[in-house]
């Protein structure tokens, strides 16, 4: 059965975008080094993928799911990926309102949180679906749709910035699953109790 996993890097203090981010500058003023360990590893120039190690094994598996849902504000941030997250497999943008025009690639707006997480595990079939997006994170944990976390957790201090948690509605329960320590890094695999 499909998961939906959210896959995050997140500062020391929390933190998972510097501050003053926005269109080009996803990861905020200074937030470059919380995506740093995806080019430990040996990258692979035709894929831009690390090739081993254990951080290419967590790159690997984020790659290797079937639907991808993200935020509206990630995805238009991040250039709306060219189109393409990775490998032509569908996106679910969650927004408030729809957009006009339409975006480009395989992308699919959505405004009920529900229906988004159904229809791309529908999409993902036996493969899970991977998160991106605070705010969207927030709101699908605060109504029971996020199974897991792999929050990759790296040695930097932001003092500021966009915190993950920051506005959870409600007491969550997890429980840590594997915790393996990478390239600089450290990644903490939690399942989503309540």
């Given at each position: 059965m499909s998961k939906l996993i959210v896959y995050m890097s997140m500062s020391l203090d929390g933190f998972i975008a510097a501050a003053d981010d926005g269109p080009g500058r996803g990861l905020g003023?200074?937030?470059?080094?919380?995506?740093?360990?995806l080019t430990d590893?040996?990258?692979?120039?035709?894929?831009?993928?690390?090739?081993?190690?254990?951080?290419?094994?967590?790159?690997?598996?984020?790659?290797?799911?079937?639907?991808?849902?993200?935020?509206?504000?990630?995805?238009?941030w991040a250039g709306e990926w060219g189109g393409d997250h990775h490998d032509g497999e569908p996106i679910f943008v969650l927004t408030r309102?729809?957009?006009?025009?339409?975006?480009?690639?395989?992308?699919?707006?959505?405004?009920?949180?529900h229906s988004a997480v159904s229809q791309a595990k529908a999409a993902a079939s036996d493969r899970n679906v991977m998160m991106h997006g605070g705010s969207s994170v927030q709101a699908l944990l605060s109504v029971g749709l996020v199974d897991e976390f792999v929050i990759t957790l790296v040695p930097i201090l932001l003092g500021r910035g966009k915190s993950l948690f920051a506005e959870q509605p409600k007491t969550s329960r997890l429980r840590l699953v594997s915790s393996v320590e990478g390239v600089g890094v450290l990644h903490l695999r939690y399942d989503v109790l309540d």
């Amino acid at each position: 059965m499909s998961k939906l996993i959210v896959y995050m890097s997140m500062s020391l203090d929390g933190f998972i975008a510097a501050a003053d981010d926005g269109p080009g500058r996803g990861l905020g003023v200074g937030g470059e080094p919380l995506h740093a360990w995806l080019t430990d590893g040996n990258i692979n120039p035709a894929s831009f993928r690390p090739e081993y190690g254990v951080n290419a094994e967590i790159f690997g598996e984020m790659m290797a799911s079937g639907a991808v849902i993200t935020g509206r504000h990630t995805f238009e941030w991040a250039g709306e990926w060219g189109g393409d997250h990775h490998d032509g497999e569908p996106i679910f943008v969650l927004t408030r309102s729809e957009p006009v025009p339409a975006v480009r690639g395989n992308a699919l707006y959505l405004t009920d949180l529900h229906s988004a997480v159904s229809q791309a595990k529908a999409a993902a079939s036996d493969r899970n679906v991977m998160m991106h997006g605070g705010s969207s994170v927030q709101a699908l944990l605060s109504v029971g749709l996020v199974d897991e976390f792999v929050i990759t957790l790296v040695p930097i201090l932001l003092g500021r910035g966009k915190s993950l948690f920051a506005e959870q509605p409600k007491t969550s329960r997890l429980r840590l699953v594997s915790s393996v320590e990478g390239v600089g890094v450290l990644h903490l695999r939690y399942d989503v109790l309540d």
